[in-house]
């Protein structure tokens, strides 16, 4: 049997992961966790498991495996809180900064906000601790494990004594103590999702800041530089700047990306796309001197996107000179045309 346990990288998607893993272990035997986040991570772990039961921790599932996992019908679990708990977590392990968290925890946003109102999911909340035993007897009844509740205290007991506990601290706080430009990527990222997640309201625009985005440079260099600064568009066409690689939910959206040229840039031309593993929209903008633009990108989120989204901008011929400058890059959710339209356009332009 499968268990899906997806969430924010938070501690709190960590513990339900270990609550579901004791509690199948307790009543089914030999329990393996897989980190998957794709069709094809699912199909290797099945193959390469020994356990008779697998406990498949998601954060970033793409839309294709999303989309699996709601027809399957079947329970699984969604975590969700404040997004901030979960950059925190990534943050003080030490193994991102703040973009790298940022661009990890948005993706899980996206993820969080299409699967919490699928009918066979749980969703589950952080609270303090003296809401963990209820939580746990809550999961053991939604994917059917037959408990009692002292083996369900029992469990949240040993999870505790290891370090493993619900996260209650304000993760605001924390935020505040961090840089002006700190705050901006991270508001601008992930706040939008809040009210959304905690009031079921609708999506502000999101914000991605250019230092959430990288630049290639002339020649090429292995370490990757953010798009804070203006880049030197002198050399070979290029992307010269691409990025963020972050999920959105499924849907259609506006991109306004927002650009300065310097005046050397005249003449010249560049294409403005939005790339998924396809290219899913692009224009081509020919600045006539120094100037700052917005560029308009509409495209669609569905089944088939299976890779993070980037924003890529590209010179289409060889530059002797010029700079171009990333402002920002802001995703409005947009509404869906209908379906019945659609289909009225496609068969009147088939006559």
């Not at 969430?7 to 609550?19: H, K, N, T, Y």
């Not at 990527?185 to 999702?193: K, S």
């Not at 289409?316 to 000179?321: I, P, Y």
Request: hydrophobic content about 45%; aromatic content about 6%; overall charge negative.
């Amino acid at each position: 049997m499968m268990f899906f346990s997806i969430g924010m990288p938070s501690r709190l998607s960590e513990w339900c992961d270990a609550v579901i893993a004791r509690l199948a272990m307790s009543r089914f035997g030999t329990v393996e966790h897989a980190a998957l986040n794709t069709l094809e991570e699912l199909a290797s772990a099945l193959l390469r498991t020994q356990a008779s039961h697998l406990v498949a921790c998601s954060r970033q599932p793409v839309v294709r495996l999303q989309t699996e996992i709601v027809q399957g019908k079947r329970p699984f679990l969604v975590a969700v809180g404040d997004p901030r708990a979960a950059l925190r977590n990534l943050a003080e392990r030490g193994s991102y900064d703040v973009a790298g968290a940022t661009r990890a925890v948005a993706s899980s946003c996206a993820t969080v906000l299409s699967l919490t109102r699928a009918p066979a999911a749980l969703v589950v909340s952080n609270g303090n601790a003296g809401d963990a035993i209820a939580i746990a007897a809550a999961i053991a009844d939604h994917f059917e494990i037959p408990t009692s509740r002292s083996e369900v205290s029992k469990i949240v007991s040993e999870l505790r004594d290891v370090g493993v506990t619900l996260d209650s601290e304000d993760d605001s706080t924390w935020c505040d103590g961090l840089g002006e430009r700190e705050q901006a990527i991270i508001n601008g990222a992930l706040l939008p999702y809040l009210p959304y997640l905690q009031l079921d309201a609708g999506l502000d625009p999101i914000v991605w800041e250019p230092e959430l985005f990288f630049t290639s440079k002339h020649p090429p260099t292995e370490v990757l530089t953010p798009a804070s600064e203006p880049v030197d568009i002198t050399g070979r066409p290029r992307f010269l700047v691409y990025g963020p690689f972050i999920n959105l939910p499924p849907g259609s959206w506006q991109a306004n990306v927002v650009v300065g040229l310097s005046a050397e840039t005249a003449g010249m031309s560049f294409m403005v796309e939005v790339f998924a593993g396809r290219r899913l929209s692009h224009t081509q903008v020919e600045p006539s001197g120094a100037q700052i633009i917005e560029v308009n990108l509409q495209f669609m989120i569905d089944d088939s996107v299976d890779q993070p989204l980037q924003i890529r901008i590209a010179n289409e011929r060889a530059a002797f000179d010029g700079r171009l400058a990333l402002g920002y890059v802001t995703m409005a959710s947009q509404t869906a045309i209908p379906p019945a339209t659609r289909d009225r356009l496609t068969a009147a332009l088939r006559k």
